[in-house]
């Protein structure tokens, strides 16, 4: 599970917007850990372009999340705090 959790996240450096936001800055100060403020949930890998900038480009193009797996995120996502996210990515053969 490990490697597939990785195949999700798309950022790979420390995320300075934090360091501007007081609010933020004390929550994690106060618990020791940064909460997940905006999430950008990527239902799945699976995409024909090969933008130059893409922060996945180097992943497996077959993962795709299960809606019981989209589930589990978003329920831990609130429960940690989250106050946005952005969906990425539509599954194959489904529209939204």
């Known amino acids: 599970m490990e490697n597939r959790t990785a195949s999700y996240t798309a950022a790979s450096v420390f995320?300075?917007?934090?360091?501007?936001?007081?609010?933020?800055?004390?929550?994690?100060?106060?618990?020791?850990?940064?909460?997940p403020?905006?999430?950008?949930?990527?239902?799945?890998?699976?995409?024909?372009?090969?933008?130059?900038?893409?922060?996945?480009?180097?992943?497996?193009?077959?993962?795709?999340m299960s809606y019981a797996e989209i589930d589990e995120v978003m329920m831990k996502a609130k429960r940690l705090g989250c106050e946005a996210v952005t969906i990425t990515g539509v599954a194959e053969n489904e529209s939204f």
């Open 37 to 64: 403020i905006h999430l950008q949930l990527n239902i799945t890998n699976h995409c024909n372009l090969n933008c130059p900038f893409c922060s996945c480009s180097a992943r497996d193009k077959r993962l795709q």
């Open 15 to 35: 995320p300075a917007k934090i360091l501007v936001n007081p609010e933020l800055m004390q929550k994690i100060t106060e618990e020791k850990k940064i909460p």
